[in-house]
C-alpha cells in the first residue's frame, strides 16, 4: 500500500521494519520524506492534508530547523555556519513531526545527527540523539 501526500506525491511502503510499525518513504524535489504509523494507530490516524501543508510550506519550516539546530550546537566546541546537513522530514498521526539532520559536522556528534521536533509549526525541542564526547578538548 502506499500513500500519496497532497501536493507532494506517492510514498513507498518500507519493507523491513519491526513489528508494529510500519513506514513510507520518498525523495521528491531533493526532499527526504518518511511516515511512520506505530501500531496502535493505524493510517486512518494520519493527518495527509496537514503533511501536504508542511511540505508545501518545507523550505521556510527547514530554515526554522536549521536556526533551532544552531542554537543547541552553537556553544559546542567546533561549531560554525552549515554545520548540519541532510535534511529528513519524518511524520507520524497527529501534527507532531520533526526535522533530521543525518550529518552535523561538529565534532563528537554521532551519524544519527540532529533532530528537531515541531508541533504544527513551532519548535518544541531539539535532540542530539547521542551524548557528546568532549573528553578530547
Do not use: K
Amino acid at each position: 500500500m502506499t500513500i500519496t501526500i497532497p501536493g507532494f506525491g506517492e510514498l513507498t511502503p518500507v519493507d523491513h521494519v519491526p513489528d508494529g510499525v510500519a513506514c513510507w518513504n520518498a525523495t521528491v524535489a531533493d526532499t527526504a520524506v518518511s511516515v511512520l504509523v506505530e501500531h496502535p494507530a493505524t493510517t486512518a490516524d494520519l493527518d495527509l492534508a496537514f503533511i501536504g501543508s508542511v511540505l508545501h510550506d518545507r523550505a521556510r519550516l527547514l530554515a526554522v530547523a536549521h536556526e533551532a539546530a544552531a542554537d543547541h550546537l552553537r556553544e559546542h566546541p567546533g561549531y560554525g555556519p552549515g554545520a548540519v546537513a541532510e535534511p529528513e522530514f519524518t511524520f507520524h498521526p497527529g501534527r507532531d513531526w520533526l526535522v533530521r539532520f543525518a550529518e552535523v559536522r561538529v565534532p563528537g556528534f554521532t551519524e544519527l545527527g540532529v533532530v528537531v521536533v515541531f508541533h504544527d509549526e513551532d519548535v518544541v525541542g531539539v535532540d542530539d540523539l547521542a551524548d557528546v564526547d568532549l573528553a578530547d578538548d
